[in-house]
């Protein structure tokens, strides 16, 4: 069960589906799931990570070599382009 941001910097509690957003990645050999599972349609393990709603604004959940990883953004949604290009 999720139960924290995955920011490790955060300690905001998961207490509603509506706050934050949920990330379903596939699970790597070498990874320590958040939320391990077994798609039984697709035959494949994914794990579920969750950051709160300040984090998941600059905040993304993404697999870099077999490992997951929280990490800034590139630029903000919704930014203008030059904003995102002076952050990327």
């Not at 494949?44 to 990490?71: A, F, G, I």
């Not at 800034?72 to 030059?82: F, T």
Request: net charge positive.
């Amino acid at each position: 069960m999720l139960s924290k941001c995955a920011n490790p910097s955060c300690c905001a509690q998961f207490r509603y589906l509506g706050e934050g957003r949920i990330f379903t990645l596939l699970a790597g050999p070498h990874s320590v799931p958040a939320d391990l599972v077994w798609d039984q349609a697709t035959e494949t393990k994914v794990e579920r990570y969750w950051l709160c709603k300040v984090c998941s604004q600059t905040m993304t959940v993404c697999r870099v070599k077999d490992r997951t990883v929280v990490r800034q953004m590139r630029g903000r949604p919704g930014a203008p382009a030059a904003e995102n290009a002076r952050t990327a």
